[in-house]
């Protein structure tokens, strides 16, 4: 019901920005929950962010909490994660992931799905 692509990933120098962008297409967009994962090599995929599809709430994980934001544009039907300060560790494939919800909130991680093929974000030393 819902396509995603992923794009703005790149090489970047530790304490650098990127801006990733998720573009979304399908009628129902804007009940949709997305969240950004990471799968960094070598390991499993984790949650780094979260936004309701009334774009009030939103939630991190320690790990890129006040470094990562998520935002949502439901008229253009996008949904972005600027990354800052960088720091090798964020290096990974990164997914957006939509979550089809009645209320207003973040759902659980579990319940996300329609994923992306990803983009590379690579952070040197």
């Known amino acids: 019901q819902v396509l995603l692509v992923e794009s703005g990933g790149g090489l970047v120098q530790a304490g650098g920005s990127l801006r990733l962008s998720c573009a979304a297409s399908g009628r129902t967009f804007r009940r949709y929950a997305v969240g950004w994962f990471r799968q960094p090599p070598g390991k499993e995929r984790e949650f780094v962010a979260g936004?309701?599809?009334?774009?009030?709430?939103?939630y991190y994980p320690d790990s890129v909490k006040g470094r990562f934001t998520i935002s949502r544009d439901n008229a253009q039907n996008t949904v972005y994660l600027q990354m800052n300060s960088l720091k090798p560790e964020d290096t990974a494939v990164y997914y957006c992931?939509?979550?089809?919800?009645?209320?207003?909130?973040?759902?659980?991680?579990?319940?996300?799905?329609?994923w992306g093929q990803g983009t590379q974000v690579t952070v040197s030393s």
């Open positions: 992931a939509a979550s089809f919800v009645i209320i207003d909130y973040v759902p659980p991680v579990n319940t996300f799905g329609s």
């Open positions: 936004i309701s599809w009334g774009g009030r709430t939103t």
